[in-house]
């Protein structure tokens, strides 16, 4: 195993975060057909204050969303899990579109390279976390939905209501 970097062999032999998540936000899966090996992320989305940039001297705040927690489960070669292992340290704690920026090089990089066999490893880390983001975007988005429907039903029927008093 002498071709892996102390760094990836320190992620490969003890991984964090490894596990998952239950009531997971996100949840993204990564496979390669070819090595068959397959990747699952399950992230925790928070939401916290950050100073906003005011002109007045009044202090103001927007809400950014982070990824709170992180974890992974793979089933693949050792390279997978460093890359795995490394990318859920790299990514906790970030906005989610800090995250979105962090590329497969930036994940070979941080483990202090792969060998060109084993770059394709570093693919599926970044996928994963992006189909993540995605699933809990597009849960975002349904609920968003479902909390208008709800609104223009309750609205519709106060309507009703008042007509029906009249
Ligand atoms: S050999 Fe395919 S992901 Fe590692």
Request: hydrophobic share 35%; glycine share 6%.
């Amino acid at each position: 195993m002498a071709m892996y970097t102390k760094k990836v062999m320190q992620h490969f032999l003890k991984p964090r975060n490894v596990g998952r998540i239950a009531n997971a936000d996100g949840v993204g899966k990564a496979g390669n057909p070819v090595c068959g090996d397959v990747l699952m992320l399950y992230i925790k989305v928070g939401k916290r204050k950050k100073k906003a940039k005011s002109k007045s001297n009044v202090e103001e705040y927007n809400v950014e969303e982070y990824i709170k927690d992180i974890k992974f489960e793979t089933l693949g070669c050792a390279a997978a899990i460093a890359v795995s292992s490394m990318l859920t340290e790299m990514v906790k704690g970030k906005t989610l579109e800090e995250a979105k920026k962090i590329s497969n090089k930036d994940i070979v990089k941080a483990l202090g390279g792969l060998p060109q066999h084993k770059l394709h490893c570093s693919l599926l880390g970044q996928q994963a976390l992006m189909k993540a983001i995605e699933d809990y975007e597009r849960k975002k988005k349904k609920q968003k939905i479902k909390k208008q429907k709800v609104k223009i039903k309750s609205r519709k029927a106060n309507e009703k209501q008042k007509a029906n008093e009249r």
